[in-house]
């Protein structure tokens, strides 16, 4: 696996529809773990996410990888909130990233039938992608950013929608390839997935990063007034 | 009233004695058109993929000429085509003109826009869709494109049948570059013009109605085929 890190996010802002609706942040992220962003909603989490993967270009600032930038964004992969299918079967979707690289063919559908046996869908494999239920689809779009082995793993609250037994089996996924070197940012407003999953924590509010902490300190003394109203429940406006 | 019984009559007269002639210009109408749609549809489809794909200054120029050019007037084609392979022309040399390729090239010029821009407009939703994703899978345009035709199939279908209705009903430009020369490049719409000149209303209408009937046949066809494929709701 490629080392990407640190990533160095420098006085970056995003601009849309001629509004700022981020920063300027600077932040650092390195180390292994599973950098976690918390936050109100429309806070610019997943902004934040998609300027780091290179979704959203930086109207002012910049940032950079340990890698050169095109080298780092084939070593990522991103999980976006609703799984976006491809029209085709679901094995079909989760060898993609692999044939679209060059893989051949048969490597590459070998390759997600391992995948579609780690994540429980074998049954579902030549059936269309949009025949799968919520949970389904979200395993489907892990796989399929996970079959790459990406360096770092971005996901923008993957499990927003699922219940219980869905999104233990994600944060399965998760742990699974945090243990394999993979560096994981996700944004997320479940604060109990926050504690399960963070090594450090991003308190993202009013598109501005408001505080970068280690988990054990953030979730016992978060330093800013807003993180302490949002840990307690309140809401933050 | 009564000219479209005698010509209904005539049609599955001319349909029931196999009239060799008559199948003769069917295959004829057939070749040249379908042989266009796919030359058309192999520059088309790709280019309007190119269009969604793509991002650059004059791309809104682009696609307005091409849609302008959905309306390109078939006689003036037939026209440019003529004076390009009369014997005096740049291309005179290939002795092309009064030939079925010739009609062949009058067809495409006439079609290819026209499948592009359906193309392009049908790529351009999917896009919307796949974008974040095929972004952050860092494919390379190529990747893009063939994506994109190969899961747009279906609407493409559309865009190539679009291509195909109005070329087979085509007349002013195969005329031209034709000259409706018989058992050489009489076609259905040009036999139809004749025998409506010729006085002849019956036969010019059984031939109206049979090409009707083979335009209808050929979208069938397309769509029963197409129908077998596993995820019939895309």
């Known amino acids: 696996m490629v080392d990407l890190l640190p990533l160095t996010v ?68 991103f999980v976006f909130q609703h799984a976006i299918l491809l029209r085709r079967s679901v094995l079909d979707n989760i060898a993609y990233p692999l044939i679209a690289h060059g893989t051949p063919r048969k490597a590459a559908r070998d390759a997600a039938c391992d995948w579609l046996d780690r994540i429980g869908l074998t049954a579902h494999a030549n059936r269309a992608a949009n025949t799968l239920s919520g949970g389904e689809r979200q395993k489907m779009a892990m796989a399929r950013a996970l079959i790459r082995e990406p360096s770092v793993l971005f996901l923008d609250e993957p499990c927003s929608n699922l219940d219980g037994q869905a999104t233990a089996e994600i944060e399965a996924l998760l742990q699974d390839a945090s243990a394999h070197g993979t560096r994981l940012v996700m944004a997320t407003h479940d604060l109990g997935q926050a504690r399960r999953l963070a090594t450090d924590v991003l308190f993202v509010h009013k598109g501005k990063v408001q505080e970068h902490a280690p988990a054990t300190s953030f979730f016992t003394g978060p330093a800013t007034q807003e993180a302490r109203a949002f840990l307690k429940g309140d809401i933050v406006l | ?155 493409l279908l559309t865009a190539s049948l679009a291509g195909f209705g109005r070329a087979i009903g085509e007349v002013g430009a195969i005329l031209i570059v034709g000259g409706n020369i018989d058992h050489v490049t009489r076609v259905l719409t040009t036999a139809i013009a004749l025998e409506t000149s010729k006085g002849n209303l019956a036969m010019a209408l059984a031939l109206g109605l049979i090409l009707i009937a083979l335009a209808i046949g050929v979208n069938l066809a397309v769509h029963g085929l197409s129908r077998t494929e596993r995820t019939p709701r895309w």
């Open chain 1, 10 to 77: 420098t006085d970056a802002s995003v601009r849309k529809g001629g509004r700022t609706i981020l920063g300027p942040v600077s932040l650092t992220l390195s180390g292994p773990g599973t950098t976690i962003l918390l936050g109100p909603n429309g806070a610019g989490k997943s902004t934040l996410l998609r300027l780091m993967h290179g979704l959203d270009r930086p109207a002012s600032g910049s940032f950079s990888w340990a890698a050169p930038r095109d080298i780092a964004h084939l070593h990522q992969a």
């Open chain 2, 1 to 155: 009233m009564d000219d479209l019984w005698q010509g209904m009559l005539a049609a599955l007269r001319l349909i029931v004695a196999l009239d060799a002639d008559l199948f003769e210009i069917i295959g004829r109408s057939l070749y040249v058109t379908l042989t266009a749609t796919l030359i058309a549809s192999a520059i088309g489809l790709p280019l309007g993929a190119w269009l969604a794909v793509s991002r650059f200054r004059q791309r809104r120029v682009v696609i307005s000429l091409l849609n302008a050019l959905m309306g390109l007037p078939p006689v003036v084609v037939g026209l440019i085509v003529y004076l390009m392979f009369s014997r005096a022309g740049p291309l005179g040399v290939l002795g092309l003109l009064f030939t079925p390729t010739a009609m062949i090239i009058a067809q495409c010029i006439i079609i290819t826009p026209l499948i592009a821009s359906i193309a392009h407009q049908a790529l351009r939703d999917l896009w919307a869709e796949y974008h974040d994703l095929l972004i952050s899978i860092s494919t390379s345009r190529l990747t893009r494109i063939r994506t994109l035709l190969w899961d747009g199939r279906r609407a």
